[in-house]
């Protein structure tokens, strides 16, 4: 099995998909190309995609609607690519579930390095078929951590519900719980934790911070609009209110 990661680069300009294609390649990365969301759609059906770079804006369907389309189906790492240079937007993309965003115009290396940051975060993927042929050891590799019904394995990069359901998480999500299920009880202030996430897309406005907790909060809470788990404390940052235990 190859180690070759595949990327997958959505724009609707040619110059562009053929100036990353090339660069990327040449990188030692598997490159696919698609300049609309039809082409996306099948592309991601017959290939093992490991991230996305997503143009924001394109006619037809534009960036953020293929975002979520892909966020309903996959944890699949998305880098937006943006000519805007508005925070609303950079906003939006990470509402939607992107993991960072570049603005062009950008520099190749710029492109390489996000890519590199973002997988690093995502940790290493493993194939469904690789999941299914696991042999059942009974031992217990993983540090897992328990709370308020779930059980969240750092190692595999899983957060489950009791009952044994799976729930996705983000790069982004996936680090900034490790963050609070590390630290319970504790207040933490945006400062902390962008330095405690090392997110690049946190680091330069606050509200990014805001942005990836709601997304957080969507996926833990029974009732994201009266957080129970992932309290504000008005002034001060966050806490994670809950008992977590060693699984």
Known sequence: MSDQLHVLVVDD????????????????????????????????????????????????EDGLSLARYIRQRSDIPIIMLTGKGDLIDRVAGLET??????????????????????????????????????????????EVLVFEGWRFDLLRRE???MTGELVPLTAGEFELLCVFARRPNRVLNREQLIDLVKGREWASYDR?????????????E???????????????GYVFAAAVTLG
């Open 13 to 60: 300009e040619p110059r562009i998909r053929t100036l990353l294609w090339r660069y990327l390649a040449d990188e030692g990365f598997k490159v696919s190309e698609a300049g609309d969301g039809v082409t996306m759609r099948a592309v991601l059906e017959r290939e093992v995609i490991d991230l996305v770079l997503l143009d924001l804006m394109m006619p037809g």
């Open 97 to 142: 579930g992107a993991d960072d965003y570049i603005t062009k115009p950008f520099e190749l290396r710029e492109v390489l390095a996000r890519i590199r940051t973002v997988m690093r975060r995502a940790g290493p993927r493993i194939s469904a078929a690789a999941v299914q042929s696991e042999p059942a050891t009974g031992e217990n590799t993983s």
């Open 159 to 161: 957060l489950r519900r």
């Open 208 to 220: 990014g911070v805001d942005t990836q907790v709601m997304r957080l909060r969507k996926k833990i």
């Open 222 to 236: 029974s009732d994201p609009g009266n957080p129970c788990l992932i309290k504000t404390v008005r002034g001060a």
